[in-house]
Each structure stands twice: as C-alpha cells, then as structure tokens.
C-alpha cells in the first residue's frame, strides 16, 4: 500500500501538469491586487476625488518600487546587463506566491524531483532564503499564461522511425529519455547496447533501440549556463558562482569577441527589449548616433531614434551603435542597432588576456592578481558610467527660488564653468566639490530700525533683500563630463500651496572608471580575483618571442575550486591565439565521437602549441620558461600560459573607498556601525584580506583587527594618542576573541598563556590571564 500511494502521489498529484507556476508577471499582479483594495477604500471615504490623487499617491507607488528593487522573487530591476535581464525574465516560483511561507519549508520541498528534469535548471537558483522555491527555466520551455503550464517546444530527433517529435509533459512518459550516450556493456548479452535511461521519473536500464529519445545536455541548463564552455569540467557550486558573476558582469567600453564561443551566443538577441528593430520594409537614406531614417514601400520616412542617455539602476551607461549605412536594403525583424553590451550581434562584455599561472613577486596569494600595466595604457577595461543630478525650484510663500551667477563669498575660479545663469556649461569637466547649480533662496529681512530702511529703499529705488546660497555641488564620484542638460518646466501653479514646483533641471555627468588596485575581474568558470599589483610594463617576465603575460594568477587556485574547464578553454584560446581563428565549442562535444574525443583533441592542441614555440616536449601542458626582465635570465620555476577571457565585476573600489577616523560603534556589541550616511564602517572580507596579504600589509592588518575592529582599550590608546601627544602601549586582546575563549570554556577546553623567562638558568613558568 506504501509503495503504491507513492507511485500515485509521484504520478497524478506530484506532476508538472497538476502544479501552477508563478512567473514574474503574477506576483507582480498580486501585489497590486492587494494594495488595490486598500486604494479603493481610501477613495471611497474622500469627497473631493481628482485623478491627480491617484497619480501623486507615494504610498502606492513606493510599494510597488519597493517590489521591484528588493522582492527576491521579483527583482527585476536590479540588472548590470543584458544577461541579468534575461535572467530576471525566465524567473518562476514553484512553491509559493508571497515571502512570509518561504520560512516554513523544508529542505525537501526546496529539492528538484525528478519530473523536473528538462524543464527547470539544475544548477541555476537564488541564494539566501529563497534559495531552491526561486529558479530558472531551462532553453527550450515557454510558460503558457494561459494554463500556467511548461511545455517543450523544441524539435527533437527520435531514433526508431527518424522524424522530428514534439515532446510535451504529456508524452514524455511513454518514452524512455537519456541525456548521454554512454554505453552499458556489462550483461551476458556483449552485442546488445543497454543506456540509462529514466521513465516516469525513475532511472532505468534499457536497449537503445527500444522506443528511446536523446535529449542534449544542453536542454538540462539555463540561458547563462550554456554560455559557459566546459561546464561539465567545473564543480557545479563553482558553476553557481559563474552564473551569479554574469549578471555583475560591468559592460566596457572597448570588448573584443571571444575566442571559445558555444553555440547560445548569439541565439539570446531575441530576447533583448534593447535593440531597435525595424518595423517595415524599406532602405536606409541617414544613419548618425542620434537618429536612423528608413523611406519604406510607400514612400514613407520611418525615423528611428537611439537613447544613448539610457542607464541600468547602477548608473552603467547604455550606448546605441548602428550596424546598417545608407542605401541598405533592410526587411520587417532586421536589427538597426545594438547597444554596448554586444559585438556584432555577439555577446562580449570582457578581452582575451594572456594568462600566467605561477608565482612571481608573491603578490598572488590566494586569490589575488597581478596585472600587466598595458591594460591600463590600452583602456581594455574602461567602463562609462552615467550620474544623475536632479534639482528642484520651488515657491515658497509666493517667492520663487532662483539661479545666478552672482554668487557672494564664492571665488571666481569655482565660477568660471558657469554660463550666466549658474548652471554648469555643456561640455565641461567636472572634478570633486565643483559647483553644478547655484541656488538662491530669498530670506526675510528683520531689522528693527523701520526707518532706516525705507531711507535705504528710497535713495537706492530697490528693497533690501537677504539671499541664501544652496549650490549643489559634485562628490568625489563624479569626476567626469558634463554630456547634457534637460529643463523640465511645470505650467501647472497652484497658488493656494505653499510649496510649488515650478523647474526642474537635470543634469547628466558622464564618468570613466579605470582599473585599479582593488577591483574584482574574473572569467567564466567562477575564478574572480582582487587586483593586488599593477606591475610595469618592462618589469613583467617574457618569452623569448616577447611575448608578455597580461596577468599573473597563483596556479593553487585551480585545483583548490575544482574549475578546470578554465584550463581546457585555455588551451584552445592560446591555440586561437596563434593561428587567428576562433573555436565554437559544444557541450555535447561527445554526442558523435563518443568519450574519446575531447581526449584525442585536446592532444592535438598541446602538440600544436609545443610545435608554435619550438618545444621538444610533446606533452607538457602548456608550460613555458619565463626570463627575468631584470637580469635577462630564465626563471627557476616554468609557467604555465594559457587564454582565457576576463570580465571585470561591479565591485569597484572607487565606490568603496572612503576616508575618515575611528567612527561610531555600537554600545552593545561594540562593533562599526554600517551604512555610509553615518560613516560607519564596512565589512573587510575575504578576498581583501588576500589582497593586503600579499602586499604584506602587515601594520594595516593590525589596524584592522585592534584599533579598528572590538579592541576597546586599544581605541581608547589611540585617541589619547592622537590628541593628548600620549605614548602608545602595547595592544590588547579584542573582545570577539575573549567571547570565542567563553564559549570553548563552556565545551571544558581551557586555553592558558604562560610567561617563559630565563634568569639565572632557571626556566619559570608565570601564568597570565588573558581574559581579564
């Protein structure tokens, strides 16, 4: 009875067919529905309705914002790039529709069944909470709205009869599906090939003759895992990681293409609300970066125009590119322009870098990387971000706010970027606490001589008036251009307020960011790595065709994250680097030639490398003796080179970089208070810590763990240092350190220190107690 309520419960109730799906769409319609309600009530009991209540109700707005921005199961707002859109697109919920039930379930409701298989990815998930009710549709599924089901619409080869199939959650069940053509040659029977197969959601052992379906591997994963090669080389935690690294991957302003593509590259442009596509059959007669005008059939002109002021919610600039010219014949679905995240209609947000694995000058520790200054001088990694300044004139009791350029106790340097109005010019650079906008409010005047005043206003026919200055002034993030300024004017005065709107002004400030010490750059197997060292271009190591490494990499961080796909993808983008061609590389490498050959290729690569730089070794994957650019000797220790496509993350320390003292800490845990409107302090983590290990930071680490972390003497010292002129004494233990002795204490382990001391050949044993 047991085993057949379970076969009925996994059959009939368990089923894809009997579960609804959410997508985005529907948790953002259900959260609308309820405040809806609450909206109706409200207008109800208001006597006076007018539809600019419903279009001025914050309340309403900013919890459907609120959604958006931080909702887990929605978040569609937070993207970097084209490929976090794409992810936030095919985002379903399998469980539950609201947030408060997702603390309630267990590990095995959060676990994919086996019905599953094809439909949603295996590797693709959120982290956190939600992690296993929040994941990812695979290629080939489409949600149908209409019956919230998941249904194959792809094209599949069956074996038997040799036509094309169209597998649904219907009929999948009366075949037997295998996803790898790995043969079973263990029976009596040698000549028969018996495969793994699974049917009605159990594994089994079948002929591959008998009613048998192949589905790639490529079906099992999501949109960004596909753009992966080798993912199968790759631990599958270190292939979460890469997939979560594509979507904080920062578009750059010069890419190159990829040397190893996958066949998915440029299968995505379909899904994109980024491009501008044209609608109507005709020929181009201009193009330029502000406009495309198409005269189509009849006799028509189309004008297409390119925003290129349009940004993602971390202020990356999206710039418009157009691919056709004039007199091109263009049909209705022809793309007119793609933005800065593609290549020729390819997918290429990084630059293939010649990489070094070994050690040299021990700045590589861990996960720390050195990088050749030659990235620097040719803007490889430049990225454009766009800051947005937005003020506001109001009247304010019937006086209006205005703007000029006579601004008092203000020297005419700081003035000499603004046009006569007081706003900052077009074009002109800005650097930190420059003046954008000058803003002066009129104050009232209060004297108490009545007199006087009138005597003044009659000799000088004007009345005295107090003006204050406001001007808004530039951080030290918005180092860059100005690249355009909008007015925005409100005819709509309403003189029974007291506070009217009656200008807006906005301005755009275009910033470069450059790589520096600090950043995060990483590839598409989940290696990501702090800059630890710009080395100069004549002190990096070369070959003896001059050739240089770009960057350094310590080759223990490969074994340890269990990632080689990165060391196959190096070995034939240093193959594609000699001979100037590019690779496509399938995941189902083995569906024709079986488990060989990737083997038997990857042997005919290493000999054509070895063969390029005249080595004898017929096998010595890819190791190279480097010369020491200060002596012109060979290095004692080979390296090992490959090329492997980098991308750089969001995580900039030009955003994080803050200068101040010791701030507030919290009384009770006695910790740095976070957030950096109330200079508090920020969280050092791990791969920073590696980072300042090697460059032997040393006295910077002491800071970090005494004075600037739960030492309360120590910090005490300090400032007693600093403002009374006190000598400084030795440091002290931190109290999470004393915390950790309590709560080892409490397991009957005891940790002593001891005073050892040499005085007259006598060893004496002094115990301290470090605790109090």
């Not at 100005?482 to 755009?508: A, D, G, Q």
Request: charged share 15%.
């Amino acid at each position: 009875i047991k085993n057949n309520f379970l076969y009925y419960y996994n059959y009939y109730i368990n089923n894809i067919y009997n579960k609804k799906f959410y997508s985005i769409i529907d948790h953002l319609l259900n959260k609308s529905r309820e405040h809806i309600k609450d909206f109706k009530y409200k207008i109800l009991n208001i006597k006076n309705f007018n539809i600019e209540l419903l279009l001025n109700y914050k309340k309403y707005i900013n919890i459907i914002l609120e959604n958006i921005n931080i909702n887990p199961l929605i978040q569609y707002s937070d993207q970097t790039n084209n490929l976090s859109e794409i992810n936030q697109k095919f985002k379903i919920n399998m469980i539950t529709t609201g947030l408060n039930s997702k603390f309630i379930l267990n590990n095995d409701l959060r676990e994919l069944p086996r019905n599953i298989l094809g439909y949603i990815s295996l590797i693709n998930t959120n982290e956190g909470l939600t992690c296993g009710l929040v994941n990812y549709l695979t290629i080939n599924v489409h949600l149908n709205l209409k019956y919230k089901l998941i249904i194959y619409y792809k094209y599949l080869f069956y074996y038997k009869y040799n036509f094309k199939l169209i597998l649904n959650i219907f009929n999948k069940n009366f075949y037997n599906i295998y996803f790898n053509k790995i043969y079973l040659k263990k029976n009596i029977n040698f000549n028969k090939t018996n495969i793994l197969t699974i049917n009605r959601n159990t594994f089994k052992i079948n002929n591959i003759l008998k009613n048998t379906i192949y589905i790639p591997f490529n079906y099992l994963l999501s949109f960004i895992e596909n753009l992966i090669p080798f993912i199968h080389y790759n631990d599958s935690i270190r292939n979460l990681m890469s997939i979560k690294m594509h979507v904080q991957i920062i578009p750059i302003l010069y890419p190159t293409l990829n040397n190893i593509i996958t066949n998915y590259n440029f299968i995505l442009n379909k899904y994109l609300n980024y491009l501008i596509i044209s609608y109507q059959e005709g020929i181009v007669i201009y193009v330029s970066y502000i406009k495309i005008i198409i005269r189509d059939i009849f006799n028509r002109q189309i004008i297409y125009y390119l925003n290129n002021y349009k940004k993602f919610n971390q202020n990356i600039l999206l710039i418009y590119k157009p691919i056709v010219w004039v007199g091109e014949k263009v049909n209705i679905g022809k793309i007119l322009a793609i933005n800065s995240n593609l290549l020729y209609c390819e997918y290429s947000l990084g630059n293939n870098l010649l990489v070094g694995y070994g050690s040299y000058l021990g700045y590589e520790y861990e996960d720390a990387v050195i990088i050749n200054k030659k990235l620097l001088y040719n803007n490889l990694y430049t990225s454009l971000h766009l800051n947005i300044y937005e003020v506001s004139f109001n009247i304010l009791n019937n006086i209006p706010e205005i703007c000029s350029i006579n601004l008092s106790k203000i020297h005419y340097k700081n003035k000499k970027n603004l046009d006569k109005y007081g706003i900052i010019k077009e074009g002109s650079f800005v650097l930190a606490n420059n003046i954008l906008i000058s803003k002066l409010i009129l104050m009232p005047f209060i004297f108490d001589n009545k007199n006087l005043i009138n005597i003044i206003n009659y000799l000088f026919g004007n009345k005295l008036r107090v003006f204050k200055n406001k001007p808004i002034i530039s951080t030290i993030y918005d180092i860059g251009r100005v690249v355009k300024i909008e007015f925005l004017f409100n005819n709509l005065y309403n003189k029974k307020k007291e506070n009217n709107i009656y200008l807006k002004v906005r301005i755009y400030i275009g910033v470069q960011k450059y790589l520096k010490l600090g950043d995060k750059i990483c590839n598409r197997h989940g290696h990501k790595g702090v800059i630890s060292y710009i080395n100069e271009i004549n002190d990096m190591p070369y070959l003896n065709n001059k050739i240089q490494p770009d960057i350094f990499i310590s080759s223990i961080s490969i074994p340890s994250r269990i990632n080689i796909g990165q060391i196959l993808e190096g070995i034939y983008g240093l193959n594609s680097l000699y001979t100037n061609n590019r690779y496509i590389i399938s995941n189902n490498l083995n569906k024709n030639y079986y488990n060989n050959y990737i083997n038997i290729f990857n042997y005919y690569k290493y000999n054509y490398n070895n063969n390029y730089n005249i080595n004898k070794m017929s096998y010595n994957y890819n190791k190279y003796f480097l010369k020491n650019p200060f002596t012109g000797h060979l290095i004692n220790n080979s390296f090992c080179l490959n090329s492997i496509y980098y991308y750089k993350l969001i995580h900039m320390i030009q955003d994080k970089l803050r200068y101040r003292f010791i701030g507030l800490y919290s009384e009770l845990t006695q910790q740095p208070i976070k957030g950096n409107t109330k200079q508090g302090g920020q969280r050092f983590g791990e791969m920073e810590v590696w980072a300042l290990e090697a460059f032997g930071a040393s006295f910077l680490f002491k800071e970090f763990f005494t004075y600037k972390s739960d030492d309360i003497k120590s910090r005490k010292l300090l400032k007693n240092y600093l403002f009374n002129n006190n000598k400084m004494k030795t440091t002290f233990i931190s109290e999470t350190f004393k915390l950790i002795l309590k709560e080892l204490q409490s397991l009957s382990i005891n940790i002593e220190t001891f005073c050892i001391f040499n005085n007259n050949n006598f060893i004496n044993n002094l115990p301290i107690n470090i605790i109090y």
